[in-house]
């Protein structure tokens, strides 16, 4: 009888180091394959109006931004940014990529899409301020363990420039809801 | 019995766990980006402390049930924060950084040259930062001036709208380096030079000369309309029309003006223009 019990006990005692672990350790989330989806909404853009070929351009290469952004901020590989990335977005991450690799952390992210809205093109063409609306699927890792995950709708306000063949991520701030 | 035992067992298993292990932590909703600030968390034993940031990643030890201090240097960045805290469990909290004061200003002005008295010619345009190049979206006040180099300054205020101010400037009158300066509040101006250069040339006028039995053309000296020199090197055509046709010869300003000669056999119409602007007419008779 007290075997029993005592065989019980362990048991509950088993099961519930079992819960305690699940809590703290979800599944890994899998990266969503192929580039996320972009949509841009240019009608309220000014002063310059946009030209057709960078209206179209330009969710495209903000689009493999992103993409390059969850590969280098996943594999800690700074090298990855210089594709789409520049100026201060590029420092930003850069930076944030030698502190994930000091630490052994990582940041992996699941892309849901992004909302653009074009807010300001410079006169001459030169730069192009945005706000995104992007859902994001986020995983903060510690090696291999998750430390935390949620799911996200996070603003920001871009600013992009041309580039040689492509426009470049020059500036991405998070910010809290509409302003 | 046995089962309700066992139920009883684990239930309070389960809540001791959650309760031993569910720190709780407390964070300022917004945070001045560079300042010192601190979390609050609650349980006990000891832990690892994370600050996920836009441009930052921070890992350490700390002990729970305690405040955890955030240096300045880790909340440099405007953005969204996760700070996370880890014992046998892990618990998160989320804050806002906000940009400091205003202090920098990222100016762009177009063109580089540009030519004189042209309206709405050149764009300016002010993204406003903080010490830590952080965007302020709160509007500001940028004030834009041209500063000829001779004369007085001319300013024009505009407010930032989401951290950008711009403005359309028309060039000045006289050709030569202009500076166009902008600035925040009371920090130091940004100053941009742009070369101001003369425009198209105006009333163009030529006059012959013989020399040597050799029938040359020159120009008076090619200015714009407000008096400036159009640069050595810009092109003048100089047309001949006689008995055999029609002859042009292109000349680039040198010193100021434009000579070239042309020989001359009977009478002809020697007409003169500089782009699109076009000048006297000459007729002469060959010597």
Redesign the interface.
Same mark, same amino acid.
Request: charged fraction near 20%; proline fraction near 5%.
């Given at each position: 009888m007290k075997a029993?019990?005592k065989i019980?006990?362990g048991?509950?005692?088993l099961?519930?180091l079992i819960?305690?672990a699940g809590?703290?350790s979800s599944p890994v989330v899998r990266a969503a394959e192929g580039i996320p989806q972009v949509e841009l909404n240019a009608d309220n853009l000014a002063?310059r109006p946009i030209e057709e070929l960078t209206s179209k351009v330009v969710p495209r290469d903000y689009a493999h931004a992103w993409q390059t952004l969850a590969e280098a901020l996943d594999g800690n590989r700074a090298d990855l940014l210089n594709a789409y990335f520049t100026g201060?977005a590029k420092?930003?991450?850069t930076?944030?990529i030698a502190?994930?690799k000091r630490?052994?952390?990582h940041?992996h992210f699941v892309d849901h899409g992004h909302k653009l809205d074009g807010?300001?093109y410079?006169?001459?063409g030169?730069?192009m301020?945005l706000r995104d609306q992007a859902r994001l699927e986020v995983q903060?890792l510690?090696g291999t363990k998750v430390?935390?995950s949620?799911t996200l709708t996070?603003n920001y306000?871009v600013?992009m420039t041309p580039g040689a063949d492509r426009w470049l991520v020059r500036?991405l701030?998070?910010?809290?809801g509409q302003? | 019995m046995?089962i309700r035992?066992?139920t009883v067992?684990?239930s309070v298993? %389960?809540l001791f766990?959650?309760g031993a292990?569910a720190a709780e932590l407390r964070a300022p909703d917004h945070v001045k980006a560079g300042t010192t600030f601190t979390i609050t968390s609650s349980g006990s034993g000891g832990g690892?402390f994370?600050l996920?940031?836009?441009?930052?990643?921070?890992?350490r030890k700390v002990d729970s049930g305690s405040e955890i201090a955030v240096q300045s240097e880790e909340v440099e960045?405007?953005?969204?924060y996760?700070a996370?805290l880890?014992g046998?469990?892990?618990t998160?909290t989320h804050f806002?950084v906000q940009a400091a004061d205003p202090e920098r200003l990222s100016f762009?002005v177009?063109?580089s040259r540009v030519p004189v008295d042209d309206p709405n010619a050149m764009?300016a345009?002010a993204?406003v930062f903080d010490q830590f190049?952080? %965007?302020i979206?709160q509007p500001q006040s940028v004030t834009f001036s041209i500063i000829p180099k001779s004369g007085s300054a001319v300013t024009e205020e505009r407010r930032s709208?989401?951290?950008?101010a711009?403005v359309?400037l028309s060039s000045g009158r006289r050709e030569g380096p202009t500076k166009i300066a902008a600035s925040v509040g009371k920090n130091d101006e940004e100053i941009r030079i742009v070369q101001q250069i003369a425009s198209d040339a105006c009333n163009l006028r030529m006059r012959p000369e013989w020399v040597s039995n050799k029938f040359f053309v020159e120009t008076d000296p090619v200015r714009d309309c407000s008096g400036n020199n159009v640069p050595d090197g810009t092109v003048v055509s100089f047309t001949m029309t006689d008995s055999n046709g029609k002859t042009t010869v292109d000349v680039p300003i040198k010193k100021g003006i434009a000579k070239v000669e042309m020989p001359i056999s009977g009478s002809a119409r020697i007409t003169v223009a500089s782009g699109v602007v076009t000048g006297n007419e000459l007729n002469v008779a060959g010597r």
């Open positions: 029993r019990r019980l006990g048991i509950a005692v099961a519930g819960v305690i809590i703290g002063p201060l420092e930003n991450f930076s944030k502190d994930q630490t052994g952390l940041t807010v300001f410079a006169p001459a030169d730069a301020q903060l510690d430390v935390h949620e996070q306000i600013l500036d701030e998070p910010v809290q302003q | 046995r035992d066992w067992q684990f298993l %389960l766990g959650i292990y690892t994370y996920f940031g836009p441009a930052s990643a921070v890992k960045h405007a953005g969204r996760t996370v880890c046998s469990e892990c998160a806002y762009l177009h063109p764009s345009v993204l190049h952080n %965007l979206q709208d989401q951290g950008i711009w359309r």
